[in-house]
């Protein structure tokens, strides 16, 4: 992204609504505002990288699912994939807007224990009752669908083909973000350090930028990722979520699949699935999974050896041999209390909105959440999907957000 679509001066002292965060969501709310016809007020996003090379959307795997087990979940992948399908026509059928699609080789889940069967199959009725095409699958059934699989051990297995794969969540980011600066939007080079609240506590006032500019707010929304709990205690407010990392690597195969690699969720908590026509993606994560700094990006090369790779190649015999084409590590806004989003405005500092804690679901559910976060800032309700379960309530009370299919 050129630093030359961003000011490093305000264009005003105040504005009513600041949007602290400018990649995927903090456009996508900054994009919805826009285009609704209610609102016609002033808006700052503030990004503290404008070349976004360390931001959680530029590392995303980029994939959509709807195997959830909260049929709430469910709907909002629903829309993502409506939206993601018609794109062009979201965006007001602009010509120069790409007609996507989603690659939908579906998410393969792989059971070996009765309870994670049983689980598959209550959130199967679930997915069906919401309109998804989930189908599950015997081991017989899954080795002649995809004979590659090693399925010795396994006993049940899920997998949607419908709206289920692979996007281009950048040229969603792209569109939404280069949509929003055409229609008014100001985009800021520059880092939040501080805010100041009313003498009640009850309001965001104002925030202050590291350069010592002083902003008046109406309305704040924190859209941060992974330093998401940094920004809300700048408010005085403490959220459970951390950055975690994730890695990834991209892969050939001395000897490539014949067919198209669903992303797998093998027990072991690895995931692999088709990338390129010759490549393939893997990721996880350390059996620790320690909290890091926001800015700690290296890489844990034994992990591959010692985790990813034996799971993939016992999974898929035909990766025994391999070869490492690129890899990375990113990071998830990881909420500990239920590795789901916390969203809508705090119980009493009542104009900070958060978008925060999507734990790896943020990009597929960007649609849904940013529609819904632009509602509640116009309209102070949803008038869409309600997302009320994903308030801030449940946070203070320590009552968890029910979702089973966590990644």
């Known amino acids: 992204m050129a630093t030359t679509q961003f000011t490093t001066t305000p264009t005003r002292n105040a504005y009513d609504i600041v949007i602290i965060g400018g990649a995927i969501y903090g456009s996508a709310v900054a994009w919805f505002l ?10 700052l996003v503030i990004e503290r990288d404008p070349s976004y090379a360390d931001c959680a959307t530029a590392h995303t795997n980029s994939c959509i699912r709807q195997q959830f087990s909260n049929p709430l ?22 010509p120069r807007v790409p007609e996507l699609s989603i690659q939908s080789y579906g998410y393969m889940y792989l059971a070996d224990t009765p309870a994670f069967a049983d689980q598959l199959c209550a959130s199967h009725a679930v997915q069906q009752q919401a309109g998804a095409a989930t189908q599950l699958m015997t081991p017989e059934e899954i080795k002649a669908a995809y004979p590659f699989y090693n399925v010795d051990d396994i006993l049940l297995g899920s997998i949607n083909l419908v709206d289920e794969g692979y996007w281009d969540g950048g040229t969603v980011f792209e569109w939404w973000r280069r949509s929003a600066r055409e229609r008014g939007v100001e985009y800021l080079a520059g880092e939040v350090t501080g ?3 009313n003498t009640a506590g009850t309001r965001v006032e104002s925030v202050t930028l590291a350069s010592g500019e002083v902003i008046a707010c ?4 924190n859209a941060t990722g992974p ?3 940094v920004t809300a205690r700048m408010a005085g407010i403490e959220i459970p979520v951390e950055p975690r990392k994730r890695f990834t690597w991209i892969f050939s195969a001395e000897t490539p699949l014949d067919r198209e690699l669903p992303l797998t969720i093998d027990p072991s908590g690895v995931h692999v699935r088709q990338d390129g026509p010759q490549t393939y993606l893997a990721g996880g994560h350390t059996d620790d999974d320690p909290a890091v700094a926001p800015d700690d990006f290296a890489m844990d090369h034994s992990l591959w050896q010692e985790k990813i790779w034996p799971a993939i190649a016992t999974r898929i015999p035909q990766f025994e041999a391999i070869r490492v084409v690129t890899e990375w590590t990113g990071h998830y806004d990881f909420n500990t209390l239920d590795q789901n989003a916390i969203v809508g405005p705090h119980d009493v500092v009542e104009n900070f909105h958060f978008l925060n804690g999507f734990s790896g679901h943020g ?17 102070g309700a ?5 997302l009320s379960p994903f308030g801030f309530d449940r946070i203070r009370q320590g009552r968890a957000f029910a979702e089973a299919a966590i990644i």
């Open 34 to 43: 826009t285009d609704n016809s209610d609102f016609d007020g002033s808006i």
């Open 73 to 94: 979940n469910v709907q909002i992948s629903r829309f993502g994939a409506e939206f993601i399908k018609n794109f062009r026509g979201f965006m007001g059928g602009d």
């Open 195 to 197: 805010m100041s609240l």
């Open 218 to 221: 109406g309305q704040v929304v």
């Open 227 to 229: 330093r998401g709990a």
């Open 363 to 379: 990009l597929q559910q960007s649609p849904a959440m940013g529609r819904g976060a632009a509602e509640m800032l116009v309209y």
């Open 382 to 386: 949803y008038r869409t999907l309600d």
